[in-house]
């Protein structure tokens, strides 16, 4: 008998184009997931303020939805959100080290209760609520994630200096429009849905997995020690490609749809039997 799937998936560059539309055929793939009987989610690497709408638009169902990079994850609990698990760590030293090497950079950290604070603004990021404070204010207190943003510095940039600082005690990724995003040590979209997977009692060889992002690479790693599907998008650069054990076509050209499409359906499977 087939079983229902849990499904975690990253937002921009998956389920998002860079101009933040849609995908070709992911509302129609999504809808025709969830009604089939699987458990379709949100894992992303974005705050939960950032996160909401998309839930809504594509009609997920799903109860618990994971944010910044795994740090965070929600429950819903009848018409509202909950903040169900929160991971936090002291970002002093983290910070100390960064502004040593980045004088010039824009710095953000999220709070345990989802506010953000910041030194300057930070184009692209979602700052509704947040506080604009000095740089000894941002380690006032525990946070679940620091973003550093410093234009003019490329991957490459971030790569040197991420060796160069020796942040092997948090865990970071580097977007793809070269920001840092810092996260507590061991944590990443993976162990969350792990938590999720666990607290719903599902079989760890039915998740799927979808994103194009180096902070995919942990969520991929989760999905195929289990047993899982770990697929990468089209346009995904070639390390993230590796730690996948499926690629689809590019976000422009629907390959999360193409992906979502080839789950079975287990009400139907249950009825033919």
Partial sequence: MTEAWLVGLDVDGTILLQDETMSPGVVEAVARVRDAGHLVT??????????????EEL??????VVCSNGAVTMRRVGDEW????????????????????LPQARYMVELASGQRLYTQQLDDWTLDGGRQVSFEQLAEEPVSRVVVV????????????????????VSYAIGWTAWLDIAPNGVDKGTALERVRAELGLDGERVLVAGDGRNDIGMFGWARALGGRAVAMGQAPDEVKDAANEVTLDVVDGGLARALNTLPAPAQVRAGE
Avoid at 59 to 64: L, V
């Fill in 42 to 55: 949100i894992a992303t690497g974005r705050s939960w303020i950032a996160t909401q709408r998309y839930v």
């Fill in 59 to 64: 009609g997920m169902t799903a109860e618990y």
């Fill in 82 to 101: 909950e903040r169900w698990n929160v991971e936090t760590f002291d970002p002093t030293p983290v910070l100390d080290l960064l502004r040593d090497r």
């Fill in 150 to 169: 410093s234009p003019g510095h490329d991957e490459e940039d971030f790569h040197r200096l991420v060796a160069d600082a020796g942040l092997n005690e």
